[in-house]
T-cell receptor, first 113, second 110 residues
Framework: DAEITQSPRHKITETGRQVTLACHQT?????MFWYRQDLGHGLRLIHY???????NKGEVSDGYSVSRSNTEDLPLTLESAASSQTSVYFC????????????FGSGTRLTVV | SQQGEEDPQALSIQEGENATMNCSYK?????LQWYRQNSGRGLVHLIL?????REKHSGRLRVTLDTSKKSSSLLITASRAADTASYFC??????????FGKGTRLSVIA
C-alpha cells in the first residue's frame, strides 16, 4: 500500500545544531508540504513543493530549508536549531490539481534543548 | 495567519449525541476540507466540499457550506467514543497550499 513516512518520530537536539527531518511518500504525488503544529497556533506552513526542483516558502520559513530532488522525498532542514523550533512537524502530500485532500505523515516531535 | 477559525475550541458530549463544529474563514475559496487528528497522530482527511456545494454527507458526517457567510459546519451524528479527536477545517483558495484553523477538541464520553 502507498504511504507517507516521516523519520525520526522523536528527536532531541541541541541549540545550534543542523537537523534534517525526512519525509518519504510512495503515492507518486507531485505536491509535498511541511507544517509545524504548536499549541495555540494550529498548523502553520513552513515550505512546500509542487514538483521536482520546485520549492516555495510558507508562512514560517525562516530558519528552515527544503530541497526536492525526486518525487518521493522532501527533507526539511533546520540550519541552526533554536528552542523556538521545538514543535511537532508534519509532512503531507497531494496529487495536485483541484479538489484533492492531503495525506499526512505521523509527525516528528522535535525538541531543541 | 489562520484562514479558518473553528468554534468551539473544545466540546464534550455523551456517546450517542450529535456533535457540531463550526468554521469561519476570511477569503474566497475553491473548497473547504475537514480533517481529524487523533492524539499523537497525523491528520486524516474526512470530507471536502466545493464552493458551489451547500451540503455533503459521508457516513455519519454532514458538512454544510455557506459562502455568503464564509462559514462551514461539521456535524457528527450518533457520536462514539472513537470519535474523540481534534477536528480541523482547512481552506483551499486555489494557488496556495491549504490553510488550517486551530481546531476543535471533541471528547465523547462513554
Amino acid at each position: 500500500d502507498a504511504e507517507i513516512t516521516q523519520s525520526p518520530r522523536h528527536k532531541i537536539t541541541e541549540t545550534g545544531r543542523q537537523v534534517t527531518l525526512a519525509c518519504h511518500q510512495t503515492w507518486n504525488h507531485n505536491n509535498m508540504f511541511w507544517y509545524r503544529q504548536d499549541l495555540g497556533h494550529g498548523l502553520r506552513l513552513i515550505h512546500y513543493s509542487y514538483g521536482v526542483q520546485d520549492t516555495n516558502k510558507g508562512e514560517v520559513s525562516d530558519g528552515y530549508s527544503v530541497s526536492r530532488s525526486n518525487t518521493e522525498d522532501l527533507p526539511l532542514t533546520l540550519e541552526s536549531a533554536a528552542s523556538s523550533q521545538t514543535s511537532v512537524y508534519f509532512c503531507a502530500s497531494s496529487p495536485g490539481g483541484l479538489d484533492y485532500g492531503y495525506t499526512f505523515g505521523s509527525g516528528t516531535r522535535l525538541t531543541v534543548v | 495567519s489562520q484562514q479558518g477559525e473553528e468554534d468551539p475550541q473544545a466540546l464534550s458530549i455523551q456517546e450517542g449525541e450529535n456533535a457540531t463544529m463550526n468554521c469561519s474563514y476570511k477569503t474566497s475559496i475553491n473548497n473547504l476540507q475537514w480533517y481529524r487528528q487523533n492524539s499523537g497522530r497525523g491528520l486524516v482527511h474526512l470530507i471536502l466540499i466545493r464552493s458551489n456545494e451547500r451540503e455533503k454527507h459521508s457516513g455519519r458526517l454532514r458538512v454544510t457550506l455557506d459562502t455568503s457567510k464564509k462559514s462551514s459546519s461539521l456535524l457528527i451524528t450518533a457520536s462514539r467514543a472513537a470519535d474523540t479527536a481534534s477536528y480541523f477545517c482547512a481552506t483551499d483558495s486555489g494557488n496556495t497550499p491549504l490553510v488550517f484553523g486551530k481546531g476543535t477538541r471533541l471528547s465523547v464520553i462513554a
